[in-house]
């Protein structure tokens, strides 16, 4: 394996998942970068739900949360740029913080301070509604210059298969996938389908044996070896 790039990393939870879930992860790349440059921006399940419940504003809190940790980054390790690593709605997230414009009122100036965005299953086509919130605004202002200043890395797996004729699991997967897309019957991490994540521009990373859910006795994304799939494009 290639050598790993010792730049700063903020990890960013996916949608309804808050900081602590992920400490493993950034316990798993310490053991490739020096645990102080990896940081998991402070999201709370409150700032996904809103209190009282708002979650079409959800992108502005954890926006808000992203620029903590990566000002943070800065001021630890100045004129260094920061690896974004964005799990499932996360990933949405940082896009529209890396596009610079106002959304819903609120936008960042990320340039300089980011250089690399690696999203870990996020879909960027979806009918889901406040998913699709973000990703229609990621694709009214996408151009094609965004890649020439940040690389963006999607990675996705295609471990379960859905099939609503299928056994329990395959069954239970066409049923997340439809939720994301017209068609079950794809490929997916069991939650989110391969395919949605496939994002024009960026170098799309297709990994055989992940799934979504950051929780005990999973292999996502983030285990040792999930990251072990895709850490050589950190």
Known sequence: MKAIPQNPVVIIPGVLFWDSLYEPMKDVLA????????????V?????????????????RVMKAVDLAVREMGRKFPGEPVTLVAHSGGGTVAMIYLLEKPFQGDVYQSAGRVAKLITLGTPFHTHEHYSKIKTDFIFRHLQADFFDRYRVVSVASDKYHGNNDGSFIEKMCFRFYKSV?????????????????FLEGAENV?????????????RWYGTKEGVKQWIQWL
């Open 181 to 197: 897309q017209e068609d079950g019957n794809v490929a997916g991490d069991g939650i989110v389908p391969a395919k949605s994540c």
């Open 44 to 60: 709370t399940l409150v700032d996904w739900i809103g209190f009282p419940p708002s979650p079409e504003k959800s992108t502005n």
């Open 31 to 42: 053991g490739h970068i020096s645990k102080e440059r990896v940081a998991v921006a402070p």
């Open 206 to 218: 297709t990994i055989a044996d992940a799934e979504h859910l950051p929780t005990p006795h999973t």
